[in-house]
């Protein structure tokens, strides 16, 4: 549990500040954090639409709450324990249909009347086609959208019918925002196709928790099988079954190389049929849904890194990875190129190319050097890019700078309006 979730919002030391995490509002009860330290900006009222089931929304929220200011989370999805002090429903059952049209249009009302309510400094959205178009609907200003990088991507595994409605969605919510987050480059260029003015885009991945993802050296002893690590959806935008279908391969092979394949979905059938059918699965363990406190764990037993996806905004396990000190071995598309230099500091292949992956895990096995300086390429993008807290204060301030340029705008808006009112003729 989160402290603070129990009955009345007792204090909760982060720092040397004594912040306080509120109970779920009655309508119009608010409880402000203490002010920050060391800084003169008062702390905002952020209203934040995106999914409380999401272990990368809550550490954002909390990120907000430690620097002091007051978030309210409201979600479609389920709202685990450990944030409920944080979060309210925008449905009668969060996360039984979520972003199904009648959850979204209930959300909607909801989200319209916690607006009201709260009436926040900034609202915030995360994944646009559904929580981007709850809160384009919900009357906030300043609305701050952030895209994952689906959301606005074409994903070729959905029908037209599909596409469709997301793109209307998506349109709607971009055209009501007023500045956009998003965490790599090709996914800002997808923004400005649809419309999205490029001054109005922060581009900047959120990063790792260094503190939880420790860095341990890569092991350079080649007498052990080099060791395969993967945690992605088994949905078909992933691919998954490129790395099985590669793993068998090795096996046919001789080469010594296990693997662990964390993640769940509708492939998994499939995917354990090529394991069985390809006589692997004493080297290659499915490790099913991983706790996000467990994935450093997880990820520190391996030398390689692999995914297979066909599409990413910015892969966070891709970046956790990195953190850890596993070498990669992925896809070759946008959103790897942008953070990750063939030869250097990745190994890249074709998407879907199950020959050209098994080659280079083949090449791994057999020189474990690569994996070691690859590695050790990798440190510096870890620690000027890919830190959760020096991204989150560049995030922060970009925010704060934003609302002040709406404050300023508001208000100047209001003197016009009343100059124009004095100099109006005036009746006898």
Known sequence: MLPGSAPGPPPVAVGSAALYLRSVPAPGRMIRPAARQGETRPPMRIVFFGPAS???????????VAQGHDVTLASMHAIPDEVRALAVPLADAPGEGATSPRTLLAAIRRGRRLVAQVRPDLVLAYYMSSYGLVAALSGGRPLVGAAAGGD???????????????RAAVGLALARCDGMLCWAPHVAERLEQLGVARDRILVQPRGVDLGRFRYRPPSADDARPLRVFSIRLFKPLYRVETLAEALVELAGRGVPIE???AGWGP???????????????????????????????AMSWADVYVSTSSTDGASAALFEALAVGLFPVVSDIPANRAF?????????????????????????????????????????????????????????AWLEALVERHRAGAAAQVSADRAAGDKAPRGR
Do not use: C, K, Y
């Not at 999401?54 to 907000?64: E, G």
């Not at 390809?278 to 467990?294: F, I, Q, W, Y």
């Not at 057999?366 to 989150?392: H, I, Q, T």
């Open 259 to 261: 693997a662990r394949l």
């Open 54 to 64: 999401s272990w990368h929304v809550t550490r954002w929220a909390r990120r907000f």
């Open 152 to 166: 606005v991507l074409v994903d070729p595994f959905d029908g037209l019918a599909r596409r469709a409605v997301n």
């Open 340 to 396: 990750l230099e063939e030869g250097r500091t990745a190994r890249f292949f074709p998407v879907g190319d199950a020959r050209r992956l098994a080659a280079i895990l083949g090449e791994l096995a057999a020189d474990r050097r690569l994996v070691v300086e690859g590695v050790e390429s990798a440190r510096p993008l870890v620690r000027d890019r890919l830190d959760f807290e020096a991204n989150m204060r560049r995030i922060g």
């Open 267 to 297: 492939e998994r059938e499939r995917i354990e049929t090529i394991l069985r059918r390809g006589g692997v699965t004493d080297r290659v363990r499915l490790l099913g849904r991983v706790a996000p406190d467990d994935v450093p764990q």
